[in-house]
């Protein structure tokens, strides 16, 4: 009994270091492949573009929403009444000041010079009697043939004569002027706008207008700057003139360079704004008044403003920023205020150093202590 005891025990301890064995060659053979399969594979670098800072002297602009306004914009209405004979200058014809643009009928203003000017005739030649006959009144005075009150007479029909003779030359005048009235002319250069006086039309001076004339060259550009912009503004006006850019329409890509001419003297309560105003010259006439556009006003110049491009400018919660390559390319995000745009390029005004390398693209495929592979960007790239 003992002996079979025995040899059990002995079966049993084999077995355990049979187990042991087969246990330790197992986790040799299989636990280091699961540890390796566990352990990720090291991650790829990305490649980003990446440019360099650019210290450089830049302009300090102001842009604004701006309409054009006409300088001067006029309703035509006649200064004599008679009907509408000749229509010379069609609808929406650019005019030069001067240039006939309607002819009344002259009939009735001619025949009214024509009468005047009989009467001027008529009192000259009485004018002459009466100082014929005062001359001759002036000989016999003085010889007693003729008294002093006859001769007071004589003079006073002289100067009556002579009176008359003045108010005849007053009225032919004013024919004259009525006669020129029927041709209505361009006070100034403009372009005229839609007839509102067809042919055989009567008009007259307190009835309704005939046109419009606006001037288009020059224009005015109005706009509304803030009372925060209203100091830089007056600033730069006192140093010398003030010019300004005008872009157009969407459509329209031609800047037109102006000068601002005007600050208003009051702040609009209500929207805490001042009325400005710029003079362009518009000498192609392709602006007219009502029109919006986009003024870009030259303030100042920042001398040594690091510019980085727009493309590289991040926006988060805690602000703007932009990534930098780091030590061990590794990227590094560095919050920035930014001052004033100068083509594709941004001032940053604190956050970076001329010597860092920004990252200008990938940005939503990074984040902070990344690792990357920079991709230089060619200097006229980065530059623009």
């Given at each position: 009994m003992r002996k079979w005891k025995a040899g059990v025990s002995v079966i049993v301890v084999v077995a355990a270091g049979a187990a042991a064995v087969s246990a330790t060659r197992h986790n040799g053979l299989f636990g280091e492949g699961a540890a390796r399969a566990a352990t990720p594979p090291p991650m790829m670098a990305m490649p980003v573009p990446v440019t360099g800072v650019v210290r450089k002297a830049i302009p300090v602009y102001r842009?604004?929403?701006?309409?054009?306004?006409?300088?001067?914009?006029?309703?035509?209405?006649?200064?004599?009444?008679?009907?509408?004979?000749?229509?010379?200058?069609?609808?929406?014809?650019?005019?030069?000041?001067?240039?006939?643009?309607?002819?009344?009928?002259?009939?009735?203003?001619?025949?009214?010079?024509?009468?005047?000017?009989?009467?001027?005739?008529?009192?000259?030649?009485?004018?002459?009697?009466?100082?014929?006959?005062l001359n001759r009144g002036a000989a016999l005075v003085g010889n007693g043939f003729l008294t002093k009150d006859t001769y007071d007479q004589r003079q006073s029909a002289s100067g009556q004569a002579e009176a008359v003779l003045s108010m005849d030359k007053a009225a032919i005048r004013t024919a004259e002027l009525n006669l020129a009235y029927t041709q209505v002319r361009?006070?100034?250069?403009?372009?005229?706008?839609?007839?509102?006086?067809?042919?055989?039309?009567?008009?007259?001076?307190?009835?309704?207008?005939?046109?419009?004339?606006?001037?288009?060259?020059?224009?005015?550009v109005t706009f509304n700057p803030s009372e925060a912009d209203l100091a830089e503004l007056r600033k730069a006006k006192a140093a010398g003139s003030v010019m300004v850019d005008v872009l157009g329409s969407s459509g329209d890509r031609e800047h037109r360079a102006g000068e601002l001419t005007f600050l208003d003297n009051t702040?609009?309560?209500?929207?805490g704004t001042i009325v400005a105003r710029a003079t362009i010259s518009n000498a192609d006439l392709s602006m007219l008044p009502g029109q919006y556009v986009r003024v870009r006003i030259s303030l100042r110049e920042m001398p040594d403003a690091l510019m980085v491009p727009q493309t590289s400018i991040g926006s988060?919660?805690?602000?703007?920023?932009?990534?930098?390559?780091?030590?061990?390319?590794?990227?590094?995000?560095?919050?920035?205020?930014?001052?004033?745009?100068?083509?594709?390029?941004?001032?940053?005004?604190?956050?970076?150093?001329?010597?860092?390398?920004?990252?200008?693209?990938?940005?939503?495929?990074?984040?902070?202590?990344?690792?990357?592979?920079?991709?230089?960007?060619?200097?006229?790239?980065?530059?623009?």
């Open positions: 842009e604004y929403t701006a309409r054009t306004e006409a300088i001067r914009s006029i309703t035509i209405q006649p200064r004599i009444s008679g009907y509408v004979l000749k229509q010379d200058m069609a609808d929406g014809t650019d005019v030069h000041e001067g240039d006939l643009l309607y002819t009344i009928d002259p009939r009735d203003a001619q025949a009214a010079l024509d009468q005047v000017k009989a009467q001027g005739q008529r009192d000259k030649a009485a004018l002459e009697y009466a100082q014929s006959n361009a006070p100034f250069s403009g372009r005229l706008g839609r007839n509102q006086a067809s042919v055989g039309t009567l008009v007259s001076p307190g009835g309704s207008p005939i046109n419009t004339l606006v001037q288009l060259s020059p224009i005015y702040v609009d309560r209500s929207t988060s919660q805690l602000g703007k920023y932009v990534y930098v390559v780091g030590p061990e390319n590794k990227v590094q995000q560095r919050l920035v205020s930014l001052g004033p745009t100068h083509g594709d390029l941004v001032a940053v005004l604190n956050g970076i150093s001329e010597s860092d390398s920004v990252i200008c693209g990938n940005l939503q495929k990074i984040g902070p202590g990344a690792v990357v592979r920079p991709e230089p960007l060619p200097t006229t790239v980065a530059g623009n």
